[in-house]
């Protein structure tokens, strides 16, 4: 039986709809894929241009060779940007010597001794470590960590760079822990069963069949957590201090250029002025090391991974 002619113009309505949604859709996709590419945009032409304004009160040597940083002197105030880069340095090798071999020997053990209840159970108690508040790593690392360490070590101040980068260390260890798990779990099972066949122990095939074939994932998820903890906040700000030095102490009271932009944006400084600005160069030298991070954490991933 053949179609009326009401039937015939609602069959043409609805595929002449049709392609007009198969038109529209790919545009408001594409518009929601750019927002975090707009966003970033944004971000970077902001800090780009606040950074030209201090650059135009501040020398731009004085900046990136000066070893002191005193914004706040009532003399001259001094902008050498090295006391706060340093501050950052100590506590992200700590953070560095506390979670790689904590977070790496957590993969081995998910990856090849774990059952797969113990896995199911371990794998999101430590994702859930990963989702605790830092302001809450930050009390633990004052209020708990600092003491421990004071009392076996007296000459330990209750702002130091240890107690931070210790904590900072366990909060990126879910991270190392679950990348350098996944990637040592996409190594082919028949690699490990071959080893095991020859008479590899089950540490042997870990140590040198499954870690080198899943180094470039491994790799990246250090360089990853180590982009993170350089950018970490709350906790230097709480547990770290407030004083930039350069040395080589890490007894003693820090500031790194995170806890140098909350200490400036909690209101120390009034708006347009040098110190103001001084937050956005900060900043921006934080963009960078990130930047260089995820940018190496990609070119390792790349020029050391396996394919199967």
């Known amino acids: 039986m ?7 113009i609602a069959q043409s309505n609805g595929k002449k709809s049709k392609k007009v949604i198969e038109k529209i859709i790919p545009v408001v996709l594409f518009l929601i894929a750019s927002v975090s590419v707009l966003t970033t945009v944004g971000i970077v032409i902001t800090l780009i241009l606040e950074t030209i304004t201090f650059f135009t009160r501040v020398p731009v040597a004085d900046f990136l060779f000066g070893t002191t940083w005193l914004p706040f002197s009532n003399k001259e105030e001094l902008y050498g940007i090295w006391p706060l880069i340093l501050g950052t340095l100590k506590v992200t090798a700590i953070a560095v010597v506390v979670a790689v071999p904590i977070g790496i020997s957590a993969a081995i053990y998910l990856s090849e001794y774990a059952s797969e209840p113990v896995r199911r159970t371990i794998k999101p108690v430590l994702e859930i470590l990963a989702g605790v508040p830092t302001i809450v790593y930050g009390f633990f690392a004052l209020t708990f960590v600092t003491p421990v360490l004071q009392s076996f070590f007296p000459d330990v101040k209750i702002f130091n760079a240890i107690s931070p980068g210790i904590v900072v260390g366990i909060m990126i260890v879910p991270m190392i822990a679950s990348l350098s798990e996944d990637a040592m779990t996409s190594v082919p099972r028949q690699i490990r069963e071959g080893a095991l066949a020859m008479g590899s122990t089950k540490l042997e095939v870990a140590m040198k069949i499954t870690l080198p074939a899943a180094f470039s994932g491994i790799i990246a998820s250090v360089v990853l957590a180590i982009s993170r903890a350089i950018g970490e906040t709350m906790i230097v700000s709480l547990a770290g201090g407030s004083t930039p030095r350069f040395d080589g102490n890490f007894t003693d009271s820090i500031q ?4 140098y932009i909350v200490q ?10 040098t110190i103001y600005y001084s937050i956005y160069a900060v900043g921006f030298t934080l963009f960078l090391f990130t930047m260089i991070m995820n940018i190496l954490a990609g070119y390792l991933s790349k ?3 396996e394919e199967y």
């Open 264 to 273: 400036v944006s909690k209101g120390d400084a009034g708006y347009g002025t």
């Open 303 to 305: 020029r050391f991974r």
């Open 2 to 8: 053949r179609p009326s002619v009401q039937e015939m």
């Open 256 to 259: 790194t250029m995170t806890a």
